[in-house]
């Protein structure tokens, strides 16, 4: 596999506005980008670590309704880290080079929040670290 960087750490959180309030009282970081995911399913907001959008990223969970394992971790953990997201080129070029080799949970990358493509290995393809794979979506000619 050949990911370029991490993205973003997701954190599964029951209120994004307070969070990101403390966060920014504490750390000095704002939300740069948010969005509802999955016809309201979840609220998704992006805080940009220093190098805007492009750069790492803490992306804020809110689970709305069951039905996400967002929603499914808040319930069982509580508020937290959720998973860690790499940036990659090509998200099911790199699923079929880690299919055999590791637990997959998605086989083919899908859409998700902040104009990306997606996809998530297993649970226990590295042992404490749910991981997420990441591209953002190509439009006409091959560009982001």
């Known amino acids: 596999m050949a990911a370029k960087t991490l993205d973003h750490i997701g954190m599964v959180v029951r209120d994004i506005h307070q969070t990101a309030s403390r966060i920014k ?3 000095g970081f704002s939300i740069a980008q948010s969005e509802d995911y999955s016809q309201g ?6 805080i940009p670590l220093g190098s805007g959008l492009n750069g ?3 992306e804020l969970l809110q689970p709305n309704r069951p039905g996400s394992s967002a ?8 508020e937290g880290v959720e998973h ?6 090509d998200v099911d ?3 079929g080079v880690l299919q055999g080799q590791v637990p997959l949970l998605d086989h083919h990358s ?10 998530f290995l297993g649970r226990d393809a590295i042992p404490g670290l749910f991981t997420e794979l ?3 979506v190509r439009i006409g000619g091959g560009r982001p």
């Open 25 to 27: 009282s504490i750390l």
């Open 41 to 46: 399913l979840l609220s998704i907001a992006f």
């Open 56 to 58: 790492p990223k803490l």
């Open 71 to 78: 929603w499914d971790f808040l319930q069982s953990q509580g």
């Open 84 to 89: 860690v997201a790499f940036l990659v080129d």
């Open 93 to 95: 070029q790199e699923l």
């Open 110 to 119: 899908k859409r998700g929040a902040g104009h990306m493509n997606i996809a």
């Open 134 to 136: 990441v591209a953002p």
